[in-house]
DNA sequence: AATTTCTTTGCAACCGGTTGCAATTTTTTC
DNA sequence: GAAAAAATTGCAACCGGTTGCAAAGAAATT
């Protein structure tokens, strides 16, 4: 059916090995060579084939790309990111679906299966062993949103969560805040963990009390606005910090639906900043996870991986930044 | 590095068919052999190769998806649903971002360049001409989101466009609108030629005046925002038909932000039922598409293409259905 | 013009599987 | 127990490329 490289040969009159070369960077050829085999390949149609390509060079240029959260919209933008970056490179993202599975193992051997140049594991509700695997099976793997640890022995991009529930005790004593509560994304995770022990640390560094703890089972409009009702039992919380901005919506919307306004009798503090913060019907304060920042240098580093495995294991993360909206009251003034 | 057949074959003492056919549904091996090769793969770890095994079969199973809307939360559960229900069929995904490009060709070499087994292309903003590209260079393609035509020579799994316009003039004048307005996608979109005609025709038979027609240039809130903004010029604007539940968004924001109460003064009516149309501070009534079925009678079509590629193009339209939340005002009883 | 050096080219082996075919082994039939 | 039928096995060619190597050709040097 396709045209291949012998094909090209015969009607160009040449070897399969100019052919090939014609169609490989750096290779020798002469100019006349060169020029009589794309005329042929051009009359042909020919397109080499990168799976043929892929079993004698042992590179398939397809990288994994491996989640388990596409309900958020948060995700939208990873995976804009993700292909877009990939595609400028020249590369494909293979996307897996972990759909609720955390065994690492099902997965390696798929992606073994494919080949695969490389794999992007991006959730923050793994542990570091589920990426390990893939080191492990002599896959180059990022952990993107990963846990941060001294003694990683794989790639991790993301942020630090432990900062950045410091950064939301703080931002609540900084606007007077004094009885605050915690909503946070499913317990079992590690950016909820890390973020948690941030957060009750420095509440307690700087004097606030934290009244309530709760945590969503999932990240939905609909498990926010549930733990929300729990939360609410608790009479004397000025303000929440969410572990997710769909959690904090549904939590909003609770607390709404029982009479309360917002920042007016209680504040809310998100977390991601994905697009509907900035709606008018929620103008949320958020604290804003750099997405963009975090896709662009997975992808940066896996391609990296790929061409030295033996690079030794990166931490990046990247600084968040409080957006402030509408949904917690303003910063007290130095003078008031 | 990796583990090949002819290893497994050494060991277990035996030919590399044996070991071949071992991995290859129904294939001819005595329980004997099976039982030798099993125990030295497992032994040495041994994954087949996809790669080699799809240069000797001639086929990948890898499945393109191609989409141009990475933006709106519809697409997470297109993404959720075609990757895990390929998944389940034992094929990849293979995701490839349009993001702007129009012109197929770029995208036919691609795929293939890495000859997929197949094409899903889930865009509703694209000519026909765009999935017949694939086709016409020998790869089995599914238009999804496509637009029905009578003449197709592509597959199309989706909605009947016209038929939905022509929903929302009716459940317009089943609420006793009489003076509405349309806000559609962006112009040049099938569907968005389709709706429109199909919601005048039927504004038009049932005596509806449409006083005013808009698109917005993009499916997102702002550019929904924007949009309205334009509208509220006209006074009379008593209901309005959204080409999408994101543009909805906007447009409700905008009019509220304008001191309009909904659907007191002013009713929406979305459409695709994401789900932040049924959080509380939109109760979006809206068109539902079913994405489910959509999406699933596609995976199953692909699949069937691959089997049979000569199989002629089938459409098929599923039945979208009027979710009713709180943005428009309640049907007139047949007695009042 | 002869020698040396650098490029270009084709040959042939290889990447890791599958598969038609003929030979061999096992099972069934009489 | 022999003949016929069915199942299993290995051989070898093939899928469509890449690449090390040696031979051939072109360019540079003396």
Redesign the interface.
């Known amino acids: 059916?396709?045209v291949t490289l012998k094909e090209v040969a015969e009607r160009a009159g040449v070897s399969r090995s100019a052919v090939s070369r014609t169609f490989t960077e750096g290779a020798s050829v002469s100019a006349r060579t060169r020029e009589k085999v794309e005329k042929a390949a051009k009359a042909l149609g020919y397109?080499?084939?990168?799976?043929?390509r892929?079993?004698a060079t042992n590179r398939?240029k397809l990288i994994g790309?491996v989640a388990n959260n596409?309900?958020?919209?948060a995700?939208?933008d990873v995976?804009?990111l993700f292909?877009?970056e990939l595609?400028k490179r020249g590369l494909?993202?293979?996307?897996?679906?972990l759909?609720g599975d955390t065994s690492p193992k099902k997965f390696v051997?798929l992606l073994?299966?494919?080949?695969v140049d490389g794999v992007i594991v991006a959730t923050s509700t793994l542990p570091t062993s589920f990426a390990n695997a893939f080191q492990t099976a002599?896959i180059p793997v990022i952990h993107t949103f990963g846990k941060y640890q001294a003694n990683a022995n794989v790639h991790v991009v993301g942020i630090n969560n432990e900062h950045c529930g410091s950064m939301a005790a703080r931002t609540f004593a900084d606007r007077g805040y004094r009885s605050v509560a915690l909503l946070g994304g499913p317990e079992t995770a590690t950016s909820t963990k890390d973020r948690t022990a941030g957060f009750l640390r420095t509440s307690n560094e700087l004097g606030l009390s934290v009244v309530a703890k709760v945590f969503a089972d999932n990240y939905t409009?609909r498990a926010g606005r549930e733990a929300m009702a729990d939360l609410m039992k608790t009479e004397t919380i000025e303000a929440v910090f969410c572990g997710d901005d769909l959690i904090c919506?549904g939590a909003m919307?609770a607390a709404?639906?029982a009479g309360k306004s917002i920042p007016q009798d209680i504040g809310f503090l998100g977390f991601n900043d994905i697009?509907?913060a900035g709606?008018?019907?929620?103008s949320l304060t958020t604290i804003r996870q750099p997405i963009r920042d975090i896709i662009m240098s997975s992808v940066e580093l896996v391609v990296g991986m790929v061409e030295n495995p033996d690079r030794s294991p990166e931490i990046r993360l990247f600084p968040c930044t409080v957006i402030d909206r509408g949904s917690l009251r303003p910063t007290i003034g130095p003078d008031s």
């Open positions: 059916m396709a397109q080499p084939s990168l799976i043929a892929s079993l398939t790309l596409f309900q958020n919209p995700f939208l995976f804009d292909t877009s595609q494909r993202p293979l996307l897996v679906n759909s051997e073994r299966q494919y080949s002599g409009y919506m919307d709404k639906a697009a509907m709606w008018d019907a929620y």
